[in-house]
């Protein structure tokens, strides 16, 4: 059998320095998101600018998502060297003059500018794992990936909120750039400017403009969707805000998919589709990204809203969570790599998630600690395999001059099946406050007078972070303030229960992975040259034979 080959050979000192490399430009992307969330109240009470505080997270997720998919195919056109460190530089850039910002909308458009850079962070460390190992290796190396993730996740809260407390918030900004400047410096060194060979292709400027076009009011209508106007009313799927954007994205998508089936080029090439293999990854990663977010977001919610916790600490009740998605992530890298099957393992880690998730919507705010966290650790487990499992399959499903724009692909899905999932979820977590919170009341024997006016909704805006029974004895008349205790344990009830039953999104998400999963076909991951047949249209079930480029 002849010599397992990568596209790039270089020796495995090297190979090993830019791994490190790409894993701190990595954990910059994921580590920047849970920093600033916890800084974020800090900023904002700071700069004055509490009516524009989503616009801080809205301006870096849309320029962050939107760049995603055109960084993966300027990589596969220009190299992933020159992406990554323009990628690295304007992540370091905007998060230089995030620091130095004086008001909100300075803040605002340096995040924008953030989250241009953090764009290719993600998906282009993974393609350069593609670029340097062998299908059959990058199992074990992509598992770290997952690792890493998680771990940003653990350290982020601490981090975020000892720097806020001791130091200064713009140090939450300013401690990116020395660990950038090292990722930048070990790429910039040692790792070579690979592309395919051949011709450079055209690049598609229409195709960018309208996908651009169309994923931002998708983005910003899904961040709308439940905010709370100045007038106090929230803004549901029907306001122009939210369905008029949504109507809006599918309109410039389907403009967007027509132009791309026309061009020599696509931006984002749609006959990988047709790669059976390839689009059911890309369905599944959507899937449990929907359901996978859903606990990220509303378990530190209710940690701070029903149990009192601060955000910080919030964020550490998650570690059981997080330590299942770091070790299977890890563990299954390792097998996939030296069994060389995937479909299996990531079918059962799917199923897994779903009874996670199942378990999760017993949800209650009596809960014992251990069986929450039992909970969390199934999730967990579950989870684990899929962050570093699918992206190992997409890359062994498509040619090798295309990983870049299907590795890319893969992270795009799984941010917006995150946003998608989210804005559901929040809709029916909404509902089922409501629809809970008179019950219980009723059951915690508040007469009807009162449960009557937290029917009409009084009971909504009782439901963020702080001392509730203090709110309430503001609220509410000294005749009725004995019932303050039922009513503070009817409120958190009835949250607990609204996001525990939040979860059973998670399951259908979950369970529709686990047939997304099922419908794969398994290609065995190529472990030489001998095992490749001649190149292959992206419409074929096996990936074309890579370019190599040998480097001294």
């Known amino acids: 059998m002849a010599q397992a080959h990568p596209s790039i050979e270089l020796s495995q000192r090297a190979r090993l320095a830019i791994v490190c490399a790409v894993m701190l430009g990595l954990f910059l992307s994921a580590l920047d998101q849970t920093v600033v969330g916890t800084a974020l109240p800090t900023i904002v009470t700071d700069l004055g600018g509490n009516s524009l505080y989503v616009w801080v997270v809205t301006a870096y997720l849309v320029t962050g998502t939107v760049t995603i998919p ?11 060297k020159i992406m990554l460190i323009i990628g690295i530089s304007l992540f370091l850039l905007g998060s230089a003059l995030s620091g130095l910002s004086q008001n909100m909308a300075e803040l605002i458009a340096f995040r924008g500018l953030q989250g241009l850079g953090a764009g290719a962070l993600f998906p282009i460390s993974l393609a350069i794992i593609g ?23 653990l350290v982020g809260p601490f981090l975020g909120g000892f720097i806020t407390d001791n ?44 996908f651009t076009a169309a994923v931002i009011p998708l983005l910003i209508g899904l961040t709308e969707k439940g905010l709370t106007t100045a007038s106090g009313q929230t803004i549901g799927w029907l306001d122009w805000r939210v369905g008029g954007l949504l109507a809006l994205a599918a309109v410039l998508g389907a403009v967007f998919i027509f132009v791309e089936s026309r061009v020599a080029e696509p931006i984002v090439p749609l006959d990988l589709f047709k790669v059976r293999t390839y689009a059911a990854s890309q369905a599944a990663m959507f899937l449990l990204s929907f359901a996978f977010f859903i606990g990220v977001i509303f378990l530190p919610r209710y940690y701070q809203a029903v149990r009192g916790i601060s955000a910080t600490a919030s964020g550490y009740m998650l570690w059981p969570l997080l330590l ?20 299996l393992l990531l079918v059962g880690s799917m199923a897994l998630s779903a009874i996670g998730m199942l378990l999760m919507t017993q949800l209650s705010a009596t809960v014992g600690d251990w069986t929450l966290w039992g909970w969390m650790l199934v999730v967990g487990i579950g989870i684990g395999p899929s962050m570093s499992g699918y992206t190992v399959v997409v890359q062994n499903a498509v040619p090798q001059r295309s990983i870049g724009v299907a590795t890319s692909n893969l992270t795009f899905f799984r941010q917006v099946g995150g946003s998608v999932g989210l804005a559901v979820a929040g809709t029916y977590l909404a509902s089922t406050f409501s629809t809970q919170l008179p019950k219980n009341l009723a059951k915690a024997g508040v007469p009807t007078a ?27 008349p000294p005749p009725v303030r004995h019932f303050i205790p039922e009513i503070v344990y009817a409120i958190h009830e009835s949250l607990a229960q609204a996001i525990g039953g939040s979860f059973w999104l998670g399951v259908v998400g979950a369970g529709l992975g686990v047939l997304a999963a099922l419908y794969m076909k398994e290609v065995p991951l190529r472990t030489s040259l ?23």
């Open 70 to 80: 055109i960084y993966g195919k300027l990589s596969d056109i220009f190299g992933r």
């Open 131 to 153: 670029d340097l190992f062998t299908p059959r290796e990058r199992g074990k190396y992509q598992g770290f990936f997952g690792a890493v993730f998680g771990l940003a996740f």
């Open 167 to 210: 130091i200064s918030w713009h140090w939450v900004f300013y401690v990116n750039i020395p660990i950038g400047i090292v990722a930048l410096a070990v790429i910039s060194w040692i790792l070579p400017n690979h592309r395919s060979e051949g011709p450079r292709p055209a690049i598609d400027y229409l195709g960018a403009l309208l």
């Open 324 to 343: 299942g998605m770091m070790g299977t992530s890890v563990l299954a890298g390792l097998v996939i790599s030296r069994t060389g099957r995937y479909k």
């Open 450 to 476: 009162l449960t009557s006016h937290f029917k009409a909704g009084g009971g909504a805006s009782l439901t963020g972070v702080g001392n509730l029974a203090a709110q309430l004895r503001h609220l509410l």
């Open 530 to 552: 001998a095992e490749h047949r001649p190149p292959a249209r992206p419409a074929q079930e096996d990936a074309a034979e890579p370019e190599l480029v040998k480097v001294p």
